[in-house]
Structures are given as structure tokens and as C-alpha cells.
């Protein structure tokens, strides 16, 4: 269980950590409206050429190959309740990491979430 609990750990660190890719390279790469989605191969050409764009997929991927060897080993109802855990390092590293605002009912909900994780991985 303990190598189950480390690919759990690394899957959701590489979910987190490709948040905050994405969220860095599609600042540089600009708001996408209807107008962009009209130029698909250029939106598509900007995208794959922005670094942190193809690291935060790069990032994803990773996490996912992770997920699926996490799905081989353990029971579903156990393994998935944990990736909730996603929803609150994404908002704190934001706000850490890249300046953003959390407000203080949003830090509610994230301590509900953590202690919700640990109700379930006790369970």
C-alpha cells in the first residue's frame, strides 16, 4: 500500500503542478475567445509552442500514467476520494505561487475538503 500511496501523492502533485503550468502559459499566450477559436491551427501552433503550455500537458500526462498504475493496485472507492486533495493545493499554491486572491470562504471550502480527504481515508 505504501508504493499505492506514493503514485497517489505524485499523481496529484502532478496535477496540481500542471495547473499551475497551464495557468502560466495560457497568461502568456492570451485570453482565448471566439475570434481565436475561429483560427484553430494558429490557436492550435501558439499553444503547442508556448513552454508552459506543453510542460503543464507534459505534467497531466505524467499524472495520468500514474493514476492508471494507482487504478491497478488499489480499490477505486479508496484511491479516488484522495485526488479531492487537488482542489486544495491548486487554490494555495496559486495563491502562493502566482499572486492570486483566495477569500476567506474559499479557504473554508479547502479546509472542508482537507478534512473531508481525511473522514474518507479513515473510513
Given at each position: 500500500m505504501g508504493n499505492a500511496i506514493?503514485?497517489?501523492?505524485?499523481?496529484?502533485?502532478?496535477?496540481?503542478?500542471?495547473?499551475?503550468?497551464?495557468?502560466?502559459?495560457?497568461?502568456?499566450?492570451?485570453?482565448?475567445?471566439?475570434s481565436t477559436l475561429q483560427q484553430p491551427v494558429q490557436l492550435l501552433a501558439r499553444?503547442?509552442?508556448?513552454?508552459?503550455?506543453?510542460g503543464g500537458l507534459g505534467l497531466y500526462c505524467l499524472g495520468a500514467v500514474a493514476w492508471l498504475s494507482v487504478l491497478s493496485r488499489v480499490p477505486l472507492s479508496i484511491a479516488y476520494p484522495n485526488l479531492a486533495l487537488t482542489y486544495a493545493f491548486t487554490p494555495v499554491l496559486a495563491w502562493l505561487l502566482l499572486g492570486e486572491s483566495v477569500t476567506s470562504l474559499r479557504w473554508v471550502g479547502i479546509s472542508i475538503i482537507c478534512l473531508g480527504v481525511i473522514v474518507v481515508s479513515r473510513s
Open positions: 506514493f503514485l497517489i501523492l505524485f499523481a496529484i502533485a502532478c496535477s496540481v503542478a500542471g495547473q499551475l503550468t497551464l495557468k502560466v502559459g495560457m497568461t502568456a499566450v492570451g485570453q482565448v475567445g471566439i499553444l503547442v509552442s508556448t513552454p508552459f503550455v506543453a
